[in-house]
């Protein structure tokens, strides 16, 4: 009962108080990129979940049983990375050949995440932070689906934005930087709630 | 290659085609380490000295390297010189190692330096790759700072640590917090966009396939890209 | 395919040479990164021992240390120990870091965590400094918190000792508990270690306290320095005792004791203040009064919180000397008031009169609960006078 507070805890805070995108700092260049449009945003976010749940199920015991066992702490880096860039061409080749439908939904946006720094900061964050594994995997779900919210969110946002007329300084990028602000602002409102949520 | 053109090498990265203020690259590290200008600063320099080894690295290996193979090779060799920094700050600046913490190991995938590689380093010298990678990691170190100056001054009243006095009852918190960091870089951009006028420099040169945030772009060249994807 | 293998190799030649250059980054900054990790985790003990060239962990395993000792760091030039002192303040345990020097004083002590309710232990460490064993006794209490003052120079005191027994010397790291318990173990083994203080109904010259064997085996007398052992039979085990016909004799006495309940009904004036009165054999009184502890609701004299009052019970002679005297109950302010179930503070009474009774150090920081445990005494002596005039009726 216990482990699954904790493992609450983990998933809710990762989506909405230590949200990647917006208190963090992971994972803006698709964020900014790619949420122009709903149906975008929807299948970039679920593609980025599956990559980091996937990419921490498999970082996580070649961090805990091969590197730690050979005293190879510092090829982390290189070896999650080449790990997760792996994952992301063995995934877009089934997708493709296995549902292409899947693929043109999802696949996509495949080739983006390889050098999406909120997959390999949450391989990293979770071995830094001592989770366990099944931790592991509920911080990487709870990244994925804080991610997928703040892009569902943002998307809205943007085609609002998109209608209305801007100073020309502020099209395009600036403007939407700044409507980031506001969101993350609001989920600054989160701090706090979810350490008490049992208590 | 003549000295003017060096120059203009070296100068591009800083003004020109600024990577953070104007390609809008490596927007995560921008807006997480410019809360304070001393993480800004070693942000900026950790990912010069990286952009630098990486091309010099990159173009003497230009001949070598396949090009089927390009990337998985680009990543690893990038990858070992974000490692071998992050060692060397963890061992002789451990304080700049607990500040900048999991972003001194996302330098990896930060695209300024992936982006310098594609582009620049497997097609020039070493010299010029140098010069590049010394100019665009100014260039990047500068944007940063110049940031960070603004948070830390408004924000929380000091500059790189030294406390501001006259500063410390006006101070906007907000500025220090994540949002703050948004809205701030947003004004950046815009300022710098109504400098230039908009005059932002054509870059066919510049890799923006490796970049999602093509879609955004004001250059006109990236933007058809993100939209279709 | 030739073509493929070529791209391969090509590719694992780099990670190969990326793995040693990293590699052999590895092997010279791993001793630094070590090196700045324990000076870290060190930078607390240097504050304790600001001279200190550097510490290394003491196995305590061969030593038999003070409870409270959980982590010893001995500085490396010999200069002494810095110890992690885990102890039990009021509220909750208190860690307490402190740095002993060889020559037997203190370098620094300093509270990690507590919970404590005033938060002045923080600094209250800085007090210790250059102190010696005797001298920490003599540093000022925090003001009403007592225990915590006390958990503290206990830790500070268990530090020097531990001190000495890592130095090769012996000390007594009993705490008084334990003194006592060893004591009365001694004097009287068939007690089987387990022995309550007997309340005193008797007069019994010399004696400063009487602790009974609860498996019934006999008593231990307390006389000044000396414990003597006697069995219910009346036969005195401990060697050496001056008068052991004396003791045989108290024993038969303790023994016969059987008290005579006062139906209080008879005197309408006590029955307020008194809960319960008996009588001796040999005709002296025991009796249980109440008294208003801190906080005074109106007429009714009780603790406002819990309702409850002060329960004293005191055995007097019937010329009003005053044999023993115990708190049986109160609920006054957890560490403040709540010192008067101490026996340092009740033990006060014995053997005082009604002339004199006032004559007693007050709990500092609980002037409230004094005042009322002397209105208990007094009601006692109210008490006395009104039975001794009953039982000549």
Known sequence: MEQFKILIVILLSSVF??????????????????????????????????????????????????????????????????????LVQILEMLLRRLSPALYTGLGVYLPLITTNCAVLGVTINNINDGYSFVESAASALGCGLGFL??????????????????????????????????????????????????? | MNKKNSLSVLTNGILKENPTLVLILGTCPTLATTTTVTG??????????????????????????????????????????????????????PGLYETLGVYLDLITVNCIILGRAEMFANKNSVAASALDGIGMGLGFTLALTAMAT????????????????????????????????????????????AITKGKAPAKTSF????????????????SGKGDEA | MIRNMKNLSIFVCICTAITLLLAI?????????????????????????????????????????????????????????VMTLVTSGYASDMVIMCGVRTDGTVSGAVCLSSNETLGKEKTYGEQFVNKDAAAVDAVDVIGGATKTTAAYKNAVKDALNASIILGGGSVDIRTEEEILADNLAAALPAGEEQFERLFLVEVLDGIDAVYKAENGAGYVFVMGEQFAGVLSNGTVVTEGVADPAALSGAVQRLEAVVLEEIDLSAYPDLL??????????????????????????????????????????VSMTPNGKIIDCLTVSEAETDGLGDACADE??????????????????AISGATMTTDGYKQAIERAFAALSALRGGAQQ
Not at chain 2, 167 to 173: G, H, K, M, S
Not at chain 3, 353 to 359: G, W
Request: glycine share 10%; charged share 10%.
């Open chain 1, 17 to 86: 108080v230590d949200n990647y995108v917006l208190c963090r700092f992971l994972g803006i260049c698709p964020f900014l990129g790619v949420s122009k449009k709903l149906n975008q945003a929807v299948g970039m976010g679920v593609a980025v979940t599956v990559v980091m749940l996937l990419a921490t199920a498999v970082t996580w015991p070649i961090q805990h049983l091969v590197l730690n066992a050979l005293g190879l702490g510092y090829l982390q880096n290189i070896v999650f990375i080449l790990i997760i860039a792996t």
């Open chain 1, 149 to 199: 919210l703040a892009m569902v969110l943002f998307s809205g946002l943007r085609s609002r934005i998109d209608e209305t007329n801007i100073p020309a300084p502020f099209r395009g990028l600036a403007v939407t930087l700044i409507a980031a602000s506001f969101i993350s602002l609001a989920f600054m409102g989160f701090g706090g709630i979810v350490e008490n949520i049992f208590a």
């Open chain 2, 40 to 93: 800004a600063l070693g942000m900026g320099i950790a990912a010069m000295i990286v952009l630098l080894c990486s091309n010099v690295f990159i173009s003497l290996l230009r001949k070598v390297i396949p090009e089927t193979m390009r990337i998985p090779c680009y990543i690893v060799i990038i990858a070992g010189f974000v490692t071998i920094v992050k060692m060397l700050v963890q061992a002789f600046f």
């Open chain 2, 150 to 193: 603004i948070r830390e001054v408004f924000g929380a009243a000091s500059f790189a640590g030294a406390s501001i006095p006259f500063l410390e009852n006006y101070t906007i918190a907000f500025l220090t917090k994540a949002p703050g960091g948004l809205l701030v870089y947003g004004l950046l951009i815009a300022l710098v966009y």
């Open chain 2, 207 to 222: 890799s923006c396939s490796g970049c999602p945030n093509a879609a955004t772009c004001h250059i006109e060249t990236c």
């Open chain 3, 25 to 81: 980054t590895n092997t010279f900054t791993a001793p630094i990164i070590e090196k700045n990790q324990s000076a870290s985790a060190n930078k607390a003990l240097f504050a304790l021992m600001p001279d200190a060239s550097g510490f290394e962990q003491v196995d305590t395993s061969g030593y038999t240390l003070p409870a409270t000792v959980s982590e010893i760091h001995r500085e490396t030039s010999g200069l002494g120990y």
């Open chain 3, 272 to 313: 307020n203040t008194v809960l319960s009165a008996k009588k001796t054999p040999s005709g002296n009184f025991v009796v249980e009064t109440k008294g208003a502890g801190y906080g005074i609701k109106g007429g009714n004299e009780y603790h406002p919180a819990s309702g409850e009052y002060i329960v004293v019970r």
């Open chain 3, 344 to 361: 340092k503070f009740y033990g006060q009474f014995v053997g005082k009169t009604e002339e004199n009774y006032t004559e007693i150090d």
